[in-house]
């Protein structure tokens, strides 16, 4: 399957479970979608845990002239104040539109689950086809001998549990945005 096809797999697959796709060519517009988004939504604070300390810095300073706050590590101490957060997400699986993350790092897992806006990094470059696709990579995963924190994200956080109600956001982020970087420095 080419890869413009997974492209438009993925994108049609992730859009129909709610969440926001937007292909893009950088890191730093990944940097200037998530300012521009707390800008619109009226938000004020953004964490990115793991980051590259240039492109950090490049949040901070956007975060800064934007009148926003870009949450320092640990960030427990500041879970209720998580507005944002901006990760990296290791494949897609265009068949159903789910994000695969692979974390031992608890930064990311607080991101991940707390802020009330998720946006995931994708290279294209890590889309596959099916989760068959990438059973070699997680049987490694789990083979680790360190914790492991393991997540397949489909759309924004959602249960009809409570009195088969819909409920958007009750076990994580009530939006799900994810941008397809096109282009990654070597």
Known sequence: MGGNNLIRIMTEKA?????????????FDAIEYAVDLNKKKNLKTIACPGLDPEDQEKLQELCKSSGM???????????L?????????????????TLMLASDSEEIRIATMLAK???AMLPVS?????SVSIEADLDNILKKKSA????????ASRTADIERVLAI???????LHLLLIRQMQP
Do not use: C, M, Q
Request: no cysteine; glycine share 10%.
């Open 69 to 79: 706050d870009l949450l320092e590590e640990p960030l427990r101490n500041h879970a």
């Open 126 to 130: 890590k889309i596959r086809p099916d």
């Open 81 to 97: 104040l998580l507005d944002t957060s901006l990760t990296w997400v290791n494949y897609g699986i265009a068949e159903t539109g």
């Open 117 to 119: 806006i998720h946006i």
């Open 15 to 27: 859009a129909a479970v709610g969440t926001i796709v937007h292909e893009i060519s950088s890191v």
């Open 169 to 175: 956001g009750v076990h994580g982020p009530v939006e």
């Open 148 to 155: 492991s924190y393991t997540a397949f994200i489909t759309g």
